[in-house]
């Protein structure tokens, strides 16, 4: 009987070893994502495919899963797990856009850029009538200026900030040349004639009758009134000061010597309709600080009228009365600083 009971115990043992489950096999699964957010790695059962989600890295795009460092082996998503294994993220990288915004000049074509990648501004050809250009900004209330090259990590628009350029030209009533009457000397009269007539004022002369009336100095001093000859150049300074020319000028209109002023006081008379009687010099030249024992002066006089300002090409409209350049014509800021300053003889007209 105890024989018979060994072997149903046995029996049994062996009917209950084989109905135990298999023990399942597994593989672990690592990520290197390479420059992306870390992802843990994870066990997998042999032939079954690995399930994980797409990677993020800031600026690039998720190409897949490679199965080799040199990603020459892509990843499927219904490969099956064999063994154990580490997955290579492939990665490109994004592009960001540069755009300007013109604010009323010609469009600028966009830029693009590999994100990361170094912008520096072009040299843009960009204008705009009647503005001058100020500069690049990051913002539309001008605020932010562009001041340097920067790595691109995002889309960016530039914003394009223009200043309405002063443009002011006073009407010539009556262009005077001197040498229609045989004048060697003499542009302080052609010019306050010009400027007198452009304001309204001695209408009812030519320049033959009102040199006639210029005023002569009373101690051979051009500060008391016109000194030296009209028709031939003596030893002496053949010219008058605007003390003296102001005075006279006062007889016919409005006059101020604003001599000594800055440029931008040149300026603001021509934005109010005011021409200006300025000491310049011949065509321009160049020039030198003269002391006299009256005070001082400058080589190459000639005396002109101001008659406008182009912020736009930084000139200034002057009335020779030497007749060069036909007697009206534009010259530039520079050129007329450069002599003016060294006397800036002025006198305001209205």
């Given at each position: 009987m105890k024989r018979w009971c060994r072997l149903f115990l046995i029996f049994v043992l062996m009917i209950s070893a084989g109905c135990s489950p298999k023990q399942s096999v597994q593989y672990s699964v690592s990520f290197d994502t390479r420059?992306?957010?870390?992802?843990?790695?994870?066990?997998?059962d042999k032939n079954h495919p690995v399930e994980v989600e797409d990677p993020v890295r800031e600026g690039y795009t998720f190409e897949g899963w490679y199965s080799s460092p040199d990603l020459s082996a892509k990843w499927d998503k219904n490969d099956k797990v064999t063994e154990d294994l580490v997955l290579y993220a492939s990665w490109s990288k994004q592009t960001r856009t540069i755009s300007f915004e013109t604010n009323g000049a010609e469009p600028i074509e966009p830029i693009t850029l590999k994100y990361g990648e170094s912008f520096s501004m072009p040299s843009l050809t960009i204008s705009r009538e009647g503005y001058g250009f100020q500069g690049w900004f990051y913002d539309r209330n001008f605020t932010n200026p562009?001041?340097?090259?920067?790595?691109?990590?995002?889309?960016?628009?530039?914003?394009?900030?223009?200043?309405e350029l002063t443009y002011a030209e006073i009407k010539v009533m009556n262009l005077i040349n001197q040498k229609d009457l045989g004048l060697v000397n003499g542009t302080e009269a052609a010019s306050l004639l010009m400027a007198l007539q452009s304001a309204g004022h001695a209408?009812?002369?030519?320049?033959?009758?009102?040199?006639?009336?210029?005023?002569?100095?009373?101690?051979g001093t051009p500060v008391t009134g016109f000194a030296g000859d009209l028709w031939?150049?003596?030893?002496?300074?053949?010219?008058i000061l605007p003390e003296a020319l102001e005075t006279w000028a006062n007889n016919y209109g409005s006059a101020k010597n604003i001599s000594g002023c800055e440029m931008e006081d040149l300026i603001s008379c021509i934005l109010e309709g005011h021409p200006v009687v300025v000491w310049l010099t011949n065509a321009f030249q160049a020039t030198q600080p003269v002391n006299y024992p009256?005070?001082?002066?400058?080589?190459?006089?000639?005396?002109?009228?101001?008659?406008?300002y182009d912020e736009g090409n930084n000139s200034f409209l002057v009335a020779d009365p030497t007749g060069r350049n036909d007697g009206l014509y534009w010259v530039s800021y520079k050129t007329f600083q450069n002599v003016w300053t060294v006397y800036p003889g002025a006198v305001e007209i209205w």
């Open positions: 420059g992306g957010e870390q992802i843990m790695p994870v066990m997998v562009y001041s340097g090259s920067f790595d691109v990590t995002e889309d960016v628009t530039f914003y394009a900030e223009w200043k209408l009812d002369y030519n320049f033959a009758s009102f040199i006639k009336n210029i005023p002569y100095s009373t101690d031939t150049d003596t030893e002496q300074i053949d010219g009256w005070g001082a002066y400058k080589t190459n006089v000639c005396v002109m009228t101001l008659y406008g």
